[in-house]
């Protein structure tokens, strides 16, 4: 009896483990140092994290404009750069979209959709697909939360938004949000890794 209920509880565990949100995503992991990159913005200029050297940290968002996922998300995107760029915490959105297969994603359709919904933040395309893989984004929208230890950027939060990408007015858990008012006060994230809910990235053939 007793060997069957360690039994048990091992496979819990395993199974836990296993299957907990995004613990076979490939890339960076909550703890990791982020990596500098250094990747074109709509307005044409190289945008990398080393122009952040003033602020408390970083909130990367993969997205794109094609995605309905991404659209759905665009004004709480937004909102976040409003509530959080004031108090150290800026959003940089990167589109890592093959934009052969999807031309909706291209770079001139990037600057057209950015200027529709009035980005404040940058918009950079990863042409070559290398920081997305580097990041592990596997959906738009992505987030990745970075916050300042040193000279450096330390991976504090990857995931989702929130927990409802379709009805804003039924969300019941803010991930990031939360994630950033942690950070701010000083505290540990108190769950650095949510399940990215969203369209695949799609990567070029």
């Not at 490939?26 to 250094?38: E, I, L």
């Not at 959105?93 to 770079?107: H, K």
């Not at 596997?138 to 950027?153: A, D, N």
């Amino acid at each position: 009896m007793k060997n069957t209920m360690m039994f048990l509880i091992l496979l819990f565990t395993f199974l836990v483990t296993s299957f907990s949100p995004d613990s076979q995503r490939p890339g960076y992991k909550p703890g990791d140092v982020a990596g500098d990159f250094s990747l074109k913005n709509i307005n044409g200029k190289m945008v990398s994290l080393n122009d952040f050297k003033d602020s408390k940290g970083v909130i990367v968002i993969f997205t794109c404009n094609h995605c309905p996922y991404s659209v759905a998300y665009e004004d709480r995107i937004i909102a976040l750069h409003k509530n959080y760029a004031g108090k150290g915490f800026p959003v940089v959105a990167i589109n890592p979209n093959d934009p052969i297969s999807y031309p909706d994603d291209s770079y001139e359709n990037m600057k057209i959709r950015a200027k529709e919904k009035g980005f404040k933040f940058p918009y950079l395309i990863d042409e070559t697909q290398e920081i997305a893989k580097a990041y592990g984004a596997m959906k738009t929208p992505h987030v990745f939360i970075l916050k300042r230890e040193g000279s450096g950027f330390v991976v504090a939060y990857i995931g989702a938004i929130d927990d409802n990408s379709n009805e804003p007015e039924l969300v019941q858990e803010k991930y990031a949000e939360q994630a950033l008012n942690e950070i701010l006060s000083g505290k540990p994230v108190s769950q650095p890794l949510t399940k990215a809910i969203g369209c695949g990235v799609k990567w070029r053939k």
